[in-house]
């Protein structure tokens, strides 16, 4: 079973409007992280925000939030007020944080999603 | 702020030879990650290094090897490379809450 699924392959947007890109998980562990970065088509990976699996509210960086539905297993990417250098691949990942607490954690990656912004 | 730099950026290799992807970070991060990324997918986990002197398999090692040769720098190896191994490569490194950070890739192809 996939850990990570982005189910919409493409979407497009009108710039200026907020778009909403979809994001499930699954994982048995109480402590998890999950994670947006945005691949131009430069190719670089940028990291653009992270939700821990204990925070209480939605993590927000700018135009970007996350919208974390727990009991869903959901963390949808938010980006309001779209922007042509917004038209990009996005890709959500999880890091499942091991018994015993180790610092670092696997990310595993979904297959990501294109978004075009049209002016 | 040079961050995460990986060389070469480009490389076209023949079936059976050898070469080393290079990453070098500046951030003092503890551990450090090699990815491959594939058309249509998201990127997999080849190797990672948690700190100085440990290295882990990841998702898909078959066919590569890594060394962490310091804090900063952590090479990926191809032995023999073959067709299949034609992806890019990204290393990336992370510190606090594995906020991974990446190079700008390297994109390999093997004929």
């Known amino acids: ?119 | 702020n040079a961050g995460v730099t990986q060389t070469p950026k480009f490389q076209v290799l023949k079936t059976g030879q050898s070469m080393t992807l290079q990453c070098a970070q500046d951030m003092n991060h503890n551990s450090m990650y090699w990815y491959r990324q594939d058309p249509g997918m998201g990127l997999r986990l080849i190797y990672y290094s948690a700190s100085e002197g440990t290295t882990d398999k990841g998702e898909v090692p078959n066919g590569y090897n890594v060394s962490r040769l310091n804090k900063r720098e952590f090479s990926l190896r191809l032995e023999s490379a073959a067709p299949s191994q034609t992806s890019v490569y990204f290393c990336a490194s992370s510190l606090v809450k594995n906020i991974q950070y990446f190079g700008a890739g390297t994109r390999l192809s093997v004929l």
């Not at chain 1, 493409?10 to 994001?23: H, I, N, S």
């Not at chain 1, 940028?46 to 699996?53: A, K, M, R």
């Not at chain 1, 925070?55 to 009991?71: H, I, M, P, V, W």
Request: hydrophobic share 30%; proline share 4%.
């Open chain 1, 1 to 119: 079973a996939q850990k990570i699924t982005q189910t919409q392959p493409g979407m497009f947007v009108q710039e200026k409007e907020a778009v909403t890109l979809d994001c499930t998980y699954d994982t048995s562990d109480p402590s998890y992280g999950l994670f947006w970065y945005k691949q131009p088509s430069s190719g670089e990976m940028i990291f653009l925000i992270y939700q821990g699996s204990y925070d209480q509210q939605n993590a927000t960086e700018g135009r970007y939030s996350l919208n974390f539905q727990k009991a869903r297993k959901s963390a949808n990417l938010v980006i309001s007020a779209s922007q042509l250098g917004d038209s990009a691949m996005y890709f959500c990942a999880m890091r499942e944080i091991p018994a015993g607490g180790t610092s670092y954690g696997k990310l595993t990656f979904g297959q990501g999603t294109i978004l075009t912004v049209h002016p």
